[in-house]
């Protein structure tokens, strides 16, 4: 029995991740394969999506868990050297302003949940504690004249 591991260049064109995003598009990528792209390669012994895999693996699959990892960690990976950590944290940063810059530029804030939407893509992902205050005004119209208080 051969313990040969296939490279992805020996993969089906249907199951490489580059040739899968542009056949069927990104949505159909799973995690491990979207960060192989990011990452380009594997290490000796593993592709670049199975080590994308173990990394996934280890986050609990939780993209999340994901943006919360140093570069020291994801450097543990054999095969993640520091550029390749970069282009990972890089990436979810970008995902990171993505979503934020689709929240309003002015929120109006009328609960603890508009609150939290509002600073909830400054806060995830922080390694240590940190103390906001969140400073309102507030508002009011009566009888076609604005108040703020």
């Avoid at 394969?33 to 080590?51: C, D, F």
């Avoid at 995830?124 to 009011?140: A, C, P, R, S, T």
Wanted: contains cysteine; glycine residues 6%; hydrophobic residues 40%.
């Amino acid at each position: 029995m051969n313990n040969e591991k296939l490279s992805i260049k020996s993969w089906c064109a249907d199951d490489k991740p580059r040739e899968k995003l542009v056949l069927k598009g990104s949505t159909t990528l799973i995690h491990a394969e979207l960060l192989a792209i990011l990452i380009g390669s594997g290490n000796r012994t593993n592709s670049a999506v199975e080590l994308t895999k173990k990394i996934m693996n280890s986050c609990n699959g939780k993209i999340n868990s994901l943006s919360k990892m140093l570069i020291k960690d994801l450097m543990e990976f054999n095969g993640i050297g520091q550029a390749k950590a970069f282009s990972i944290i890089a990436a979810l940063e970008l995902t990171k302003r993505k979503a934020k810059e689709n929240s309003t530029d002015k929120p109006s804030v009328k609960s603890s949940i508009d609150a939290y939407n509002h600073m909830r893509y400054d806060l995830e992902g922080l390694d240590h504690e940190q103390f906001w205050v969140l400073l309102l005004n507030i508002f009011l119209y009566f009888e076609g004249i604005w108040a703020q208080f």
